[in-house]
T-cell receptor, first 112, second 111 residues
Framework: DAGVTQSPTHLIKTRGQQVTLRCSPK?????VSWYQQALGQGPQFIFQ???????QRGNFPDRFSGHQFPNYSSELNVNALLLGDSALYLC???????????FGSGTQLSVL | SQQGEEDPQALSIQEGENATMNCSYK?????LQWYRQNSGRGLVHLIL?????REKHSGRLRVTLDTSKKSSSLLITASRAADTASYFC???????????FGKGTSLLVTP
């Protein structure tokens, strides 16, 4: 049983570019959440997707957008990248009423 | 903003010793969870304690919750080198679906 998978594992971009990160949830999970973790900090909630809709959003600008597909996989898109967007981006999945999150290994994004 | 704050920021102990880390939070919660993160990769869920519970055990882990003080503690008994990791508390803070994480405690267990 595969857990949460994320791709790519590492990514280097330059300021102003756009990036798309991908996530496949754990089998049986229909809810996907995205978190941003800066170096030395705890994860910060970006948004959560359920039934292909954004169910809740954290304090992130509109440059951050997402999508959930019918197979429950999800994408995180970030436009007009800033240096401050450099971070580990974590995807977590759960059943719709689940409280415990299952995390992927993350995508390390570096913006130069 | 971070809801929880872990204390200490860093902890270094020897194998066999107990490790205690604390978490304080600001608003009412439904539950509090502890997660572990190895080498800046994905987080692994350790234990969940509900607001009406005061103590919970799972293997070598013991978690306490004091809602009147808005604080929790995680005790790892008989630590092993493999316990070396960062530990985060996370609260739902009644905010719906988001989990609010603290900055974490970095635990180093030396042989």
């Amino acid at each position: 049983d595969a857990g949460v998978t994320q791709s790519p594992t590492h990514l280097i971009k330059t300021r102003g570019q756009q990036v798309t990160l991908r996530c496949s949830p754990k089998s049986g999970h229909d809810t996907v959440s995205w978190y941003q973790q800066a170096l030395g900090q705890g994860p910060q909630f970006i948004f959560q997707y359920y039934e292909e809709e954004e169910r809740q959003r954290g304090n992130f600008p509109d440059r951050f957008s997402g999508h959930q597909f019918p197979n429950y996989s999800s994408e995180l898109n970030v436009n007009a990248l800033l240096l401050g967007d450099s971070a580990l981006y974590l995807c977590a999945s759960s059943p719709s009423q689940g409280e415990k999150l299952f995390f992927g290994s993350g995508t390390q994004l570096s913006v130069l | 903003s971070q809801q929880g704050e872990e204390d200490p920021q860093a902890l270094s102990i020897q194998e066999g010793e107990n490790a205690t880390m604390n978490c304080s939070y600001k608003t009412s919660i439904n539950n509090l969870q502890w997660y572990r993160q190895n080498s800046g990769r994905g987080l692994v869920h350790l234990i969940l304690i509900r607001s009406n519970e005061r103590e919970k055990h799972s293997g070598r882990l013991r978690v306490t919750l004091d809602t009147s003080k808005k604080s929790s503690s995680l005790l790892i008994t008989a630590s092993r080198a493999a316990d070396t990791a960062s530990y985060f508390c996370a609260t739902d803070a009644g905010s719906g679906y988001a989990l609010n994480f603290g900055k974490g405690t970095s635990l180093l267990v030396t042989p």
